[in-house]
């Protein structure tokens, strides 16, 4: 399908008014017009579409015609929309749906359900695809095992191309997308592939193990999945074998599953990074929504609280000059703007582990020397500031001091608490946030207000 | 190459013992160690080394072992320091590196460099690849034409399977990687395309036309990178030709160069929002990542300023009622974690296209609803908060009412800057922070200090 230049900005062929007439079509009750504007669109289209109507407009949409919830857009539902559907869909429907599906993307629908619906599911399975998905689920959560695919392609280790080629024509089934014969010893333990773009271009009685790619290396089952993410897209890899303890293949992990992986865990980590818990999908409930976000700003009520009494300690001071009473918030924000920057940097290197025991130090130094910098640009600034507002020189160099100070600890916070979190194997996307303000605003506010007490007061 | 239990944590092949053996070979000024120790190792692994060693260490390491340099390790260089290893190479070592690259590597390099060192590079290459790189330098910078290579196999339309791999047998040279041969029709322009599996499965006298891929789209070359990247990531494509403006196929972009313009996106959005330029690298000097830093951190000052005129236009009120100014830094800081949340929540939504105007006034009511909701919870922690500490009951109800006030405005602030930024067509990412902390806190101060001047004196 080509893409016209009408819609040269828009990444889908999803348009406003293809949405439109799903909608006109839902509301009239017509089931053959809402067929009909359906059908053209590609599953996770259709999955974009039902993510973006109302849970009413959704549920009308599966009863007018359920078939158009097949096991493609099923995959392409965000989690929470995905349950509803799967409640509201007839089990009849529901059961075709999955049967169509390759084991990997069964087990990542089966993750996220009831297990009453889990049972439903693997009992509309044939027997031998409820095998694979129930050894797959075996697997612990997240891991290698749970993504891969049992299907795989296979030659022994002595096979000419010719042989490979005669084996696949008369193969009665093969996977939707192969990227490789692997070759594999009497164990069925893999030790090589072989692209298919070689397989084609060399004669047929050349041996596969004079053509094997270098790029060539297995993952074990019981790897973590962002691993796998980002060792596909460090090695450049498009598939590779799954081993289980003993080395013996057990299935085929491929790049367009990894991306989904690492597109998952960078989302992850932007939220996290905000506060917002993990998960959270646009087509949340309001009380979804509430219940993801509280728990972080409960935590921010008790480290602004510990902040706050800080400036408590200062009541006095502040009775006597209101104007830092006025300021003192500018010190509180350039910090913790500085210390987030910092937080930031440091928490998407680790992440990639571009950050490591080799350079963690020079990168300490690195930022304590652009915080040592930041703090005289910005503490320059704000004197500045301060003298023309309340026409006090010292009030000047007191803030400007302050925010020097402020904004050195900022740095070395945003560095050194990231780093101790992950040393605790604790996700410093996740927790930093919270430690490192609250370290900023109580440094930013005692260094000011308490500076201000010993020299202007 | 397997990954054994010993390095079960760790993504890559690069361990510290290795680093510490390049590092002392360096050190004890041993090229024949430097050679034996960076030989086992990935071109990724050595390029995650160089970053992460000194510049010194970079420096002595080229200069006592250039042919570790070749073309695949520059490629996976960051910019920084791969300039930097570019300038210390001897020119003939350069030149061969480049020599052995595709050409859409040769371009991501050159796109980066001075123009001297790009014109050298050019002169280095082969009069065919010479060309090739110069065209895809014709398409504009961040489009689908400097991400695709060059290199595509094809074959009419009206081929059988056996024509197909007689001819692929038959030629002199094939890309490293491909997945699919390309149907085009007289005028080159891409009609389908057939994966390499089901080459090899179907009989030799099977038509190409009748076993081609659902999935077949074509990409025109003047399309953004990052749009290409969100275009495979939902539609699972492998690879995808090319096309000009006459629909004549021009190259291939695959999943792999995919995958990192979407790794590269989301560290882009993820700085941005935490204020940090976008190309900063851990292996940045001290003046870039200052340089990198400062302009937000400048734009905060001013933003901050408007947020501290506010609280002077109350200094009666402070002045009368100190514990105004102790408990004012509360409703700033859990005002600008609400918005910062919802703008996390709508940045990353209108990056993968969930949001659009379908559901815009939906999400917006959503996220209205749940800044009350937030409101009335963090109202009533705070409002006991101020109870027990002060021992005022109005003081505890003013501070709960402007609680509930801040963060309704936060989560309409959080959703609708960004939304009109990107109607701007600004990145909403980069832009959203500033404004919507500056919203939060000068409601919150304003609100806040506004209310208790009304009741409380």
Redesign the interface.
């Known amino acids: 399908?080509?893409?016209g230049?009408g819609n040269?900005d828009?990444?889908?062929d999803l348009s406003?008014a293809r949405?439109s007439a799903v909608l006109a079509a839902i509301e009239a009750d017509e089931g053959a017009a809402l067929a009909a504007a359906l059908e053209p669109l590609?599953p996770?289209d259709i999955a974009?579409l039902l993510?973006?109507?109302?849970a009413a407009e959704r549920r009308a949409l599966v009863a007018l015609h359920p078939s158009a919830i097949d096991g493609d857009v099923l995959s392409e539902l965000d989690e929470g929309v995905r349950e509803e559907i799967i409640e509201a869909l007839p089990r009849a429907a529901l059961a075709e749906a999955v049967r169509e599906l390759d084991t990997d993307d069964v087990v990542d629908i089966l993750e996220d359900l009831e297990t009453q619906d889990q049972a439903f599911i693997l009992e509309a399975l044939e027997s031998d695809d409820r095998v694979a998905v129930e050894s797959a689920m075996a697997w612990p959560e997240e891991s290698a095992g749970r993504l891969m695919q049992a299907e795989t392609v296979t030659a022994p280790e002595h096979w000419t191309v010719g042989q490979a080629?005669d084996h696949?024509?008369a193969?009665e089934w093969?996977?939707d997308?192969?990227?490789h014969v692997i070759l594999v010893d009497p164990r069925h333990r893999p030790v090589g592939y072989v692209?298919?773009?070689r397989?084609?271009?060399?004669?047929r009685e050349v041996p596969l193990a004079s053509i094997t790619e270098d790029s060539?290396?297995?993952?074990?089952a019981?790897?973590l999945q962002s691993?796998v993410a980002?060792?596909?897209?460090?090695?450049?890899?498009?598939s590779t074998p799954v081993?289980d303890g003993a080395?013996r293949l057990v299935g085929v992990i491929t790049?367009?599953d990894?991306?989904?992986v690492?597109?998952d865990e960078?989302?992850e980590?932007?939220?996290r990074?905000?506060?917002?818990q993990s998960e959270?999908a646009?087509s949340d409930s309001?009380f979804e929504?509430?219940r993801g976000?509280?728990p972080?700003?409960?935590v921010?009520?008790v480290t602004?609280?510990l902040?706050?009494?800080v400036?408590?300690l200062f009541?006095g001071a502040?009775?006597t000059l209101?104007?830092l009473?006025?300021?003192?918030?500018?010190v509180?924000?350039?910090g913790?703007?500085?210390g987030?920057?910092t937080?930031?940097?440091t928490?998407?290197?680790l992440a990639?582990?571009?950050?490591?025991?080799?350079?963690a130090l020079?990168?300490v130094f690195?930022?304590g020397?652009?915080g040592v910098?930041?703090g005289v640009?910005?503490g320059l600034?704000?004197g500045l500031?301060a003298l023309l507002?309340f026409g006090t020189p010292m009030l000047g160099v007191v803030i400007a001091l302050a925010m020097l100070g402020t904004l050195m600890v900022a740095a070395l916070a945003g560095i050194a608490i990231p780093l101790l979190l992950d040393r605790l194997k604790i996700d410093p996307a996740l927790a930093s946030g919270p430690f490192v303000?609250t370290v900023t605003?109580v440094v930013g506010?005692f260094a000011f207000l308490g500076l201000a007490s010993l020299v202007l007061l």
């Open positions: 399908m080509e893409q230049p040269r828009s990444a889908d406003q949405i590609h996770a974009d993510e973006q109507i109302s080629i696949l024509r193969a093969l996977p997308q192969f990227y692209t298919l773009g397989v084609l271009a060399a004669r060539f290396r297995t993952i074990e019981t790897r691993e980002l060792i596909f897209n460090k090695y450049h890899l498009i081993v080395g790049i367009d990894a991306m989904i690492l597109d960078h989302e980590d932007l939220l990074m905000a506060g917002v959270a646009l309001i929504a509430v976000r509280v972080w700003l409960a921010n009520l602004a609280v902040a706050s009494s400036v408590g009541s502040i009775e209101v104007a009473a006025v300021l003192m918030p500018i509180a924000s350039m913790g703007n500085a987030t920057q937080m930031a940097v928490v998407r290197a990639t582990r571009e950050l490591t025991p080799a350079n020079r990168v690195r930022e020397a652009v910098m930041n640009i910005m600034g704000v500031v507002w303000t605003d506010f």
